[in-house]
């Protein structure tokens, strides 16, 4: 034991060996000898106990990689890559080469607050959802014996109100220019619910023009610049979509003429590239917004919204919505269906006012 320049005391205690024969330590510290030395009676209890792991020089980015390795490895390409991103540009450079047992939950409020200050809540929000998985499977594993995570307050972000194609939106669909592989895109979208990914990796397999259904069991996701082939990421996914009579006409027309089994391939057959796809949609948001003469954010999800918006206003039950939208949870149908209650209460409530400033009570109330 020896008293440091601050007035503190200091002990280090001798708990194991690296595997290159270097002493491994654990330093405990006091503002007395009588404090210290509880300090050392509590954490060799703890140790003796296995209440702790005796590899405590784990550092917080040694342990997040193995963590993301480990227990991230079966995600998919996109989840997998928001839980890295995360700890690559902001959790790892932050901490540095702390470790783990040592990071305070004051540090982990700190670098949120700094995330919600720029007004990146989503992205604080992931950091702390990340950050929350670390540290419950280093507790499990016996690298830390108190949580931290569980004192952290939830990041509250706001999401932002969907866009809904609106009628004359959706006939700017039907009269733009559009090449037939770009049209079909967004019919599939907008008339059968499918995700991007979805609609990308369709083969004519897929389709049953007899019995009018789109059958979806595959999703294309992009690794780079390639794009890859894979399943759905629940049973959900795999469903059997009934095609309207809007989107019927234009499907039968474009298999017709498809040369190749894939519906939306690159000029050599095979399945677009992140490159090619993104020069794709360019092509369509450019001459949607010349033919309706606004600068629309377009995207892909705009399209499948307003297909779960259309499967509201036709009374199609949620259980049948969550079905052809492929939620594997009932609560993200909910969340749609909620909205749009909220919505349609609004535009009840504007046509009750109408009815009563132009009825009769209100006009007798006027001359009087």
């Excluded at 194991?16 to 002493?23: A, F, L, P, V």
């Excluded at 016996?142 to 939106?169: A, C, F, N, P, R």
């Excluded at 059968?192 to 595959?218: M, P, S």
């Excluded at 535009?347 to 009815?355: A, S």
Aim: hydrophobic share 35%; aromatic share 10%.
């Amino acid at each position: 034991m020896k008293k440091r320049a601050d007035g503190r005391y200091c002990k280090q205690i001798l708990i194991g060996y690296h595997e290159n024969g270097k002493r491994k330590l654990k330093t405990i510290y006091g503002r007395t000898i009588k404090e210290i030395e509880k300090k050392e009676r509590e954490f060799r209890f703890e140790l003796e106990n296995g209440l702790i792991n005796n590899n405590l020089n784990i550092t917080l980015k040694d342990w997040s990689l193995i963590w993301l390795k480990t227990y991230k490895c079966n995600l998919s390409n996109n989840t997998y890559t928001m839980y890295a991103n995360a700890l690559n540009t902001h959790i790892i450079p932050y901490f540095n080469d702390q470790e783990i047992i040592n990071i305070k939950s004051v540090q982990v409020q700190q670098l949120l607050n700094q995330l919600i200050s720029e007004k990146h809540t989503r992205t604080a929000e992931i950091v702390r959802l990340t950050l929350k998985q670390i540290f419950k499977q280093a507790k499990v594993n016996g690298y830390i014996t108190k949580d931290i995570m569980e004192t952290i307050k939830t990041v509250e972000h706001q999401t932002k109100e969907k866009h809904i194609l609106s009628d004359s939106e959706k006939y700017f669909i039907d009269v733009a220019e559009l090449a037939p592989k770009q049209k079909i895109f967004l019919y599939i979208m907008l008339y059968a619910g499918l995700r991007r990914g979805e609609t990308l990796a369709l083969v004519i397999d897929d389709i049953d023009l007899v019995n009018r259904t789109i059958t979806v069991n595959k999703s294309l996701y992009f690794n780079g610049n390639q794009s890859d082939i894979k399943s759905p990421k629940s049973q959900a996914g795999y469903r059997t979509i009934p095609i309207i009579d809007k989107l019927f006409n234009e499907l039968s027309v474009y298999l017709n003429n498809l040369k190749g089994n894939r519906l939306f391939s690159m000029s050599n057959g095979k399945y677009m590239t992140k490159s090619s796809y993104r020069k794709f949609w360019a092509g369509i948001e450019k001459t949607l917004n010349q033919v309706s003469g606004t600068n629309i954010a377009f995207t892909p999800h705009i399209c499948r919204h307003t297909y779960a918006t259309s499967l509201y206003y036709s009374k199609v039950d949620i259980k049948t919505a969550q079905y052809l939208l492929g939620h594997s949870s009932l609560k993200m149908t909910l969340e749609i269906y909620t909205h749009l209650d909220k919505k349609q209460i609004s535009y009840e409530v504007d046509k009750l006012n109408k009815y009563i400033s132009q009825s009769k009570i209100s006009q007798c109330q006027d001359q009087v």
